[in-house]
Structure formats: C-alpha cells, structure tokens
C-alpha cells in the first residue's frame, strides 16, 4: 500500500493497511513520527529513519493532468468552470471571478493557492485595478476540492491508454525512479493515476497539500525543493521533468532540473485561469525550446529525448 506523508506517499508492504500522520507541519511530517496499524488493526508506532542515504538513481517527474491524459478530455475546461462557479459562492460578480482566477492562476499557479494566501476567516479584500473585491464566502480547501477536482466525472472524461502504460512499463527502474508531481491535491491524483491504470507504475506522489495552511505549488521553488526532499534526492541535475506548462517547466529549471520536456500539443484548446486558449508554445515538436528544453507533442517522443532511461 502506499504510506502519506503530508504531500507525499511511497510505497510499503500491504501488510500495513492503514496510515495517519499526527503533525500537521511538512517538515516535521517527512521522516518523522507515524501511526501505523497493522493487520490486525491493533496500532502501534514506528519512527522513520532521518539518516536514509540518497538514492543515487535519477528521478523522473511526471505532471499529472494535462500531462498523462490528453487536453482534449476537456477535463481543464470542467475544471475551469466550477472553480469559476466557487468563486462565485464566495460573493464575487461573474466578472470579479473571472479577473480574480486568473490573477491567481498567472500570480501563484494555482487559484486555489492565491484564495488560502489572501483569504483570512471568511472575508478577503483585494485591490484590483481602482475597485476592491471583497470575499464574504467561508473558504475551505477541502470544500473546495469536493465541489471543484471531486465532482469531475473522471470516469467519464479519460481512459485507460495501452500505449501510455507500456511507455511506463519501458522505463529501466534499476536506472531511475519514477514520480508524480502535481498542484492537484491527493484524492484527485489518485483518482486519475488509477483510472489510467499507472498507480502501480509510479513510486511516489507529491501534490499540494489543501490541509496545509500555506501549502506551496509549481512554480514555487519550495515545492521543487520540498519534492526532492520527499524522493529523497539530492542532486537536482538528477531530475527529469515532464509538464505541460512552460511555466512550471521554468521553475523546475530554475531549481537547476536538468532534463526538462514541455508537453505541447499544438492546436488544441486549454482552459487556464478559467480562461480557453490556444495550446502553442511557438516551438517545432521535438525541437529544443529555450534553456535546453525539449518540447514534445506525445509522451513516446519521451523514447527519442531520453533513451538511457528506457530499457534496451
């Protein structure tokens, strides 16, 4: 089963079935001290080791949505839609919603990570322009994933993808590791990686955790920075990187991730800060973007990129 730890899970035996994490601090909860219960659900404790050596092989990051399922799903455009409509239950006009997602969404990456920053018990006052929006709704990042991310019908919207699976299954693991890195929270992570048939095919999930009071999200550096130490990896060159937004591409560089693929299909529509736009980065598929960035238009041209990771 998978073991969490405030953001993050690996995997352990499945003789443990169930896991909780007392500390509600990112920092404190890593390698720190964990409830488990065992088969017999009779509970005990074990501390993690803080001492754990680094794991030497390279570590490849995949983003999640819009990544390991095509924009076409429209998945981005549901998604855009009932955020829109939860900033709207907050008090705003359809107009102050849809300037205030996007601030957000350009600003921190994340909406959601623009609302829990500004937004203090209930009411937030933001300038915008010459006018003031004033907040009146309760914000509550859990609720707010149930009715945005947990309402989707995933089910419904992407499918299970022999050719995505069998790209995973190709990559030599005694070469590299393999994780998720996502600003979805957990629930909805998981959802998808299952749906798509690739939870057991990725050794560990980092995503933004909505119970945090001051989670961080790509493209900040702390959550670059926060995942290596999760994977338990030192070197950042070590990193590969695949996403479909340049711009937490550019952060992850930033952080010194030396192989960096920019998922871009040309030609079809995304929704960012609930607004649709035009996948296109100006860049020719398979041709190398700006800082030594490599744009792909499917994940099988990850094979070409990126041979020594695939087994012979």
């Not at 018990?121 to 009715?147: C, M």
């Not at 996403?243 to 960012?272: P, T, V």
């Not at 980065?281 to 695939?310: H, M």
Request: charged letters at 25%; a negative charge; aromatic letters at 12%.
């Amino acid at each position: 089963m998978p073991i969490i730890c405030a953001g993050f899970y690996f995997r352990l035996p499945g003789w443990l079935d169930s896991y909780t994490v007392p500390s509600a601090n990112a920092e404190d909860a890593v390698y720190g001290y964990n409830r488990i219960r065992s088969r017999d659900s009779l509970p005990f404790t074990m501390s993690l080791p803080t001492n754990k050596p680094a794991d030497e092989r390279p570590i490849v990051w995949f983003d999640i949505d819009n990544t390991l399922y095509s924009a076409s799903s429209r998945i981005s455009h549901a998604m855009g839609e009932r955020i829109h409509a939860y900033f709207v239950r907050l008090g705003l006009s359809h107009e102050e919603a849809s300037e205030l997602h996007m601030k957000y969404y350009r600003q921190y990456g994340l909406a959601l990570r623009g609302l829990t920053r500004h937004h203090d018990i209930g009411i937030v006052t933001w300038l915008y322009s010459r006018f003031t929006i004033v907040l009146t709704g309760s914000l509550d990042p859990l609720e707010f994933d149930r009715q945005c991310d947990g309402s989707l019908p995933l089910e419904n919207m992407i499918k299970f993808d022999p050719k995505t699976q069998k790209l995973f299954e190709d990559i030599d693991r005694s070469k590299v590791r393999v994780w998720a890195l996502t600003n979805a929270y957990r629930p909805h992570a998981e959802r998808v990686l299952r749906i798509l048939q690739l939870d057991d095919l990725i050794d560990g999930l980092v995503y933004c955790d909505y119970e945090l009071k001051d989670f961080s999200c790509k493209p900040e550096p702390e959550f670059y920075q926060l995942a290596m130490k999760k994977a338990n990896v030192s070197d950042p060159s070590k990193c590969y990187f695949v996403d479909d937004s340049r711009g937490n591409i550019d952060g992850a560089r930033a952080q010194g991730w030396a192989k960096c693929a920019h998922f871009c299909e040309k030609g079809l529509e995304a929704m960012e800060g609930g607004r649709a736009k035009r996948i296109d980065n100006g860049k020719a598929a398979g041709a190398e973007g700006e800082n030594g960035v490599d744009v792909i238009t499917t994940l099988d041209e990850l094979r070409s990129i990126w041979p020594e990771i695939f087994k012979k």
